[in-house]
T-cell receptor
Framework: DAGVIQSPRHEVTEMGQEVTLRCKPI?????LFWYRQTMMRGLELLIYFNNNVPIDDSGMPEDRFSAKMPNASFSTLKIQPSEPRDSAVYFCASSLWGQGNTEAFFGQGTRLTVV | TQLLEQSPQFLSIQEGENLTVYCNSS?????LQWYRQEPGEGPVLLVT?????EVKKLKRLTFQFGDARKDSSLHITAAQPGDTGLYLCAGAGSGGYQKVTFGTGTKLQVIP
């Protein structure tokens, strides 16, 4: 398996533009997570899906952020409009939840820079 | 919100030295994990501890879960340059789903 695949790896955009980050989880996994990592705040959970359904989006910063999971093999995180303070590395992770398993497999991340 | 504080934040040591990283919380976790993250990559799981007082060894790394399941430590013996990276602890709550909260991180540099 290729692991969790994220695209793009790097994104530079101007303030106010729409940004879409993409994630392909590991085949067979039933849980998907979007995280944001910054020096100041560390690794923060933004949203969690189980069986394609959003379970907890309490970490989504504000209405400018939205996430979808239309099927088991694809998810997007959209920021519209983007702001400089959104600059961070965004990680997608997937896991096979059940029987006490909590191991998450992370993608390589998307480094977002908003100028 | 379940917070996990790690100490120290930064650690720079010589090859061959021993070190301990701590992960503390006021919350009880059903399990606790340690991840290592290298530059440009996502975190990779090292170990999961589940039982209070549990000790797990992974070559030169020793992980311990506190008796009350609120804290954990990672001890590295004879550190090597390949141990360099960001170490993250992560606690899983006891809710209906596996919400995992990550610690603040410890950046380790092992100098040859």
């Amino acid at each position: 398996d290729a692991g969790v695949i994220q695209s793009p790896r790097h994104e530079v955009t101007e303030m106010g533009q729409e940004v879409t980050l993409r994630c392909k989880p590991i085949s067979g996994h039933n849980s998907l997570f979007w995280y944001r990592q910054t020096m100041m705040r560390g690794l923060e959970l933004l949203i969690y899906f189980n069986n394609n359904v959003p379970i907890d989006d309490s970490g989504m910063p504000e209405d400018r952020f939205s996430a979808k999971m239309p099927n088991a093999s694809f998810s997007t995180l959209k920021i519209q409009p983007s702001e400089p303070r959104d600059s961070a590395v965004y990680f997608c992770a997937s896991s096979l939840w059940g029987q006490g398993n909590t191991e998450a497999f992370f993608g390589q991340g998307t480094r977002l820079t908003v100028v | 919100t379940q917070l996990l504080e790690q100490s120290p934040q930064f650690l720079s040591i010589q090859e061959g030295e021993n070190l301990t990283v701590y992960c503390n919380s006021s919350s009880v976790f059903s399990s606790l994990q340690w991840y290592r993250q290298e530059p440009g990559e996502g975190p990779v799981l090292l170990v999961t501890v589940v039982t209070g007082g549990e000790v797990k060894k992974l070559k030169r790394l020793t992980f311990q879960f506190g008796d009350a399941r609120k804290d954990s430590s990672l001890h590295i013996t004879a550190a090597q340059p390949g141990d360099t990276g960001l170490y993250l602890c992560a606690g899983a709550g006891s809710g209906g789903y596996q919400k995992v909260t990550f610690g603040t991180g410890t950046k380790l540099q092992v100098i040859p």
